[in-house]
């Protein structure tokens, strides 16, 4: 049994499978799922798991090289805005942006999280 880190199954062989610039997505409970990419959903009820508890559990076992939020987020959701920028720093893009890159993703977890615009693409770096 794994000692550290997460230790869902389906995230922890998603993430160890993944290469320099694969794309994760760490979604809110609205974001679209496009029907071919795999999605761990998380969510159990409104607000459970919330957005930043699982955006922490990954950047602790993830290496990401970039990441990027919907520019909304700015007026629409500046606590969890604030909150992202506490652990990663992050590039602005347009929401119809990111939803189109959660389709060149590996996999979407989706978390219960109904606040506005949190969601955040992380793109894999390497740890050498």
């Not at 880190?5 to 160890?16: E, H, S, W």
């Not at 978390?111 to 770096?125: C, H, K, M, Q």
């Amino acid at each position: 049994m794994k000692k550290q880190g997460i230790i869902n199954r389906d995230i922890a062989a998603a993430l160890a499978s993944f290469g320099h610039t694969d794309l994760l997505v760490i979604a809110d409970c609205g974001l679209p799922i496009p029907a071919n990419i795999p999605c761990v959903d998380l969510s159990y009820r409104i607000g459970e798991p919330a957005f930043m508890t699982i955006l922490e559990a990954v950047l602790d076992d993830f290496q990401a090289e970039a990441a990027f939020i919907a520019n909304e987020i700015k007026h629409e959701n500046p606590a969890i805005e604030a909150a992202i920028l506490q652990h990663k720093e992050a590039a602005y893009i347009s929401h119809e942006e990111l939803k189109d890159l959660s389709k060149k993703a590996k996999l979407i977890i989706r978390t219960g999280e109904a606040t506005p615009y949190a969601n955040i693409v992380l793109r894999s770096g390497v740890i050498f």
